[in-house]
């Protein structure tokens, strides 16, 4: 046998041995093609800038009443994510006389929380769900959060009222301040609401400047929560927040342990000055005293944890001090992240329920509240065409941008890994009516590098196409290669199924996977070039298997491949 295709057949024939060996699902043969699940799906779990995520201490949660008919590789309900990525099996039984939804729920320590709803047809037999996560650092500018610690006395009380403040200077020489007064006569409550009887506690507190925020010519302008609660109390899933500044505050109850602070008893009182030359998206105008902005925080009322929900803390009053400075103040129990900014109409590609349905965890046992996603419809794709068919695609990088009325740009999409081929699409979470969409196509590996741009549109009123079939010849030399072999164990024959990840990698060190399913020892790979190493990934029992395989051609076949004894041995 050639010595290309030894690597692959014992990494997956490996792999396949573990499966019979300790599969969960009693009585079922994972190769018999009338019990096995013909839809998979891969969620990978990206940052936004180039730092590994396998390092990050990372939480997936799938909601929604269809998760009872997902399962992982090995048949279990549990989901974890395994070097950024996470796959399921759809329950062979499921009859798709409705397309199977449901919701992934991503936190992590150094991330903001990223909600993505996945939609599975009868069509989709290998789905792809990217969630990209934000980290903190970013989104408050790499600021370090200023922390100070606090005693507490008899009755988990300060002995005076709590005072700290945080100031930073930005490039542009616009600078910011934020203060935050707890009172001493506040109790300090855990997530049930319940007060902690506590020795001493640590605050900690940081704040960003949207106005001041430019990377690469984009800012971070639009951000687009499931629903925001008015001060009327009702949910709103057609709005956005035109953020301003962002202010991040965090407390810690030392009560046999640190223990994570999510309200006071009192309301505590932040001020914080505002950059000037922010736009009142009410009168198009800049800021100036008298005007008003919104405030929000993160919904965790009434015992519940709302990561969905976005509150309208506040509509506060812009007022100015004898130097010309501007600033607000407002008030909140909740230990939070704060958004200040103007609401703002969108068009989103799924709109949520403003019902919600209550979910216990199985990871930390609270309760939430998740509120079911459904398609819009109304809202478009961005589609492709061009000569090229999904078999003899291309990967290249895509980004759509969004320019506001104010000039700010902002990307509302943008990987490094889009599967470009005709009928293909893109579709971004939102889009504003009166903003400037565009898109642009770049080579995989250099950003900089732009082979299309279009021209100027919107998605609130269906699709749009463009023909991209000129800037074929300028990209890669893509083949599609097929693997097809079959192992022996003595007389036992082996044609495993296993689930399959070929890791892409650049310059910059970013990883990208394409997501394939080995049936009966026969894998199709899309976009590969002849004659690259690229590293095979194949998990099971949330365990991480891998192995370097050079293609060598485009096809790399064999009938007769005696499997190493040891792996024989394994399932005698």
Not at 150 to 177: I, K, P
């Given at each position: 046998m050639n010595n290309k295709i030894l690597s692959t057949v014992t990494l997956l024939l490996s792999l396949f041995l573990l499966q019979n060996c300790t599969n969960p699902l009693e009585g079922i043969d994972v190769t018999l093609q009338s019990t096995t699940s013909t839809h998979f799906g891969l969620i990978e779990i990206s940052d936004t800038t180039t730092l590994d995520i396998s390092q990050e201490n990372i939480t997936v949660e799938v909601l929604g009443d269809d998760t009872e008919y997902l399962y992982n590789e090995a048949g279990g309900k549990?989901?974890?994510?395994?070097?950024?990525?996470?796959?399921?099996?759809?329950?062979?039984?499921?009859?798709?006389?409705?397309?199977?939804?449901?919701?992934?729920?991503?936190?992590?320590?150094?991330?903001?929380?990223?909600?993505?709803?996945?939609?599975?047809?009868?069509?989709?037999?290998?789905?792809?769900?990217?969630?990209?996560?934000?980290?903190?650092?970013?989104?408050?500018?790499?600021?370090?959060?200023?922390?100070?610690?606090?005693?507490?006395?008899?009755?988990?009380?300060?002995?005076?009222?709590?005072?700290?403040?945080?100031?930073?200077?930005?490039?542009?020489?616009?600078?910011?301040?934020?203060?935050?007064?707890?009172?001493?006569?506040?109790?300090?409550?855990?997530?049930?609401?319940?007060?902690?009887?506590?020795?001493?506690?640590?605050?900690?507190?940081?704040?960003?400047d949207y106005e001041s925020y430019n990377y690469r010519g984009y800012s971070y302008k639009m951000y687009?929560?499931?629903?925001?609660?008015?001060l009327q109390g009702d949910l709103e899933n057609?709005?956005?927040?035109?953020?301003?500044?962002?202010?991040?505050?965090?407390?810690?109850?030392?009560?046999?342990?640190?223990?994570?602070?999510?309200?006071t008893s009192e309301s505590f009182t932040v001020t914080t000055t505002l950059n000037p030359s922010t736009i009142n998206q009410e009168t198009g105008s800049t800021i100036k005293a008298g005007d008003n902005i919104k405030v929000f925080r993160m919904g965790n009322t009434n015992n519940y944890f709302d990561w969905y929900v976005r509150e309208v803390e506040d509509n506060a009053t812009i007022q100015e001090r004898s130097d010309g400075s501007l600033y607000i103040t407002f008030n909140s129990n909740y230990s939070s992240y704060f958004w200040i900014g103007y609401k703002k109409q969108v068009c989103k590609a799924y709109n949520y329920s403003t019902t919600p349905v209550t979910y216990r965890s199985s990871y930390n046992n609270r309760e939430y509240r998740y509120y079911p996603a459904q398609r819009n419809e109304n809202f478009g794709s961005i589609k492709f065409s061009t000569s090229n068919s999904y078999n003899n695609s291309h990967i290249v990088g895509a980004r759509v941008t969004m320019t506001y009325p104010d000039g700010t740009k902002q990307n509302v999409y943008n990987t490094w890994g889009f599967r470009l081929y005709n009928d293909s699409r893109i579709r971004p979470w939102f889009s504003v009516g009166e903003a400037s969409m565009q898109l642009e196509i770049y080579e995989r590996y250099n950003p900089n590098n732009v082979y299309y741009t279009?021209?100027?549109?919107?998605?609130?009123?269906?699709?749009?196409?463009?023909?991209?079939?000129?800037?074929?010849?300028?990209?890669?030399?893509?083949?599609?290669?097929?693997?097809?072999?079959?192992?022996?164990?003595?007389?036992?024959?082996?044609?495993?199924?296993?689930?399959?990840?070929?890791?892409?990698?650049?310059?910059?060190?970013?990883?990208?996977?394409?997501?394939?399913?080995?049936?009966?020892?026969?894998?199709?790979?899309?976009?590969?070039?002849?004659?690259?190493?690229?590293?095979?990934?194949?998990?099971?029992?949330?365990?991480?298997?891998?192995e370097d395989v050079t293609i060598e051609s485009t096809l790399m076949e064999n009938d007769n491949y005696e499997v190493p004894q040891r792996f024989c041995d394994m399932i005698n």
């Open positions: 549990e989901f974890q994510a395994t070097n950024g990525l996470l796959s399921f099996t759809v329950d062979p039984d499921y009859t798709f006389a409705k397309p199977l939804t449901f919701t992934v729920l991503v936190t992590g320590d150094n991330y903001l929380e990223k909600q993505v709803p996945v939609t599975v047809t009868m069509d989709d037999t290998v789905s792809y769900t990217k969630v990209e996560m934000e980290r903190l650092e970013d989104i408050t500018g790499g600021e370090e959060v200023v922390e100070d610690n606090f005693d507490l006395s008899s009755g988990a009380r300060m002995n005076s009222t709590a005072f700290f403040s945080s100031s930073r200077s930005f490039w542009n020489n616009s600078s910011l301040s934020v203060d935050v007064k707890v009172p001493a006569s506040s109790a300090y409550r855990d997530f049930y609401n319940n007060n902690y009887n506590a020795s001493s506690m640590y605050i900690g507190l940081g704040a960003y687009i929560p499931a629903l925001i609660r008015n057609d709005q956005g927040i035109y953020m301003s500044q962002f202010v991040y505050l965090y407390m810690y109850a030392n009560s046999n342990g640190y223990k994570r602070v999510y309200s279009s021209s100027k549109f919107d998605l609130c009123n269906g699709d749009v196409t463009f023909d991209v079939e000129s800037i074929l010849s300028r990209l890669p030399n893509y083949q599609t290669v097929t693997i097809d072999y079959q192992g022996k164990c003595g007389s036992t024959v082996i044609k495993p199924t296993v689930p399959l990840w070929v890791e892409h990698s650049n310059s910059s060190g970013r990883r990208y996977y394409q997501y394939y399913y080995v049936r009966n020892g026969k894998v199709t790979l899309y976009s590969m070039e002849v004659g690259k190493t690229y590293p095979f990934h194949t998990v099971y029992n949330n365990k991480w298997y891998s």
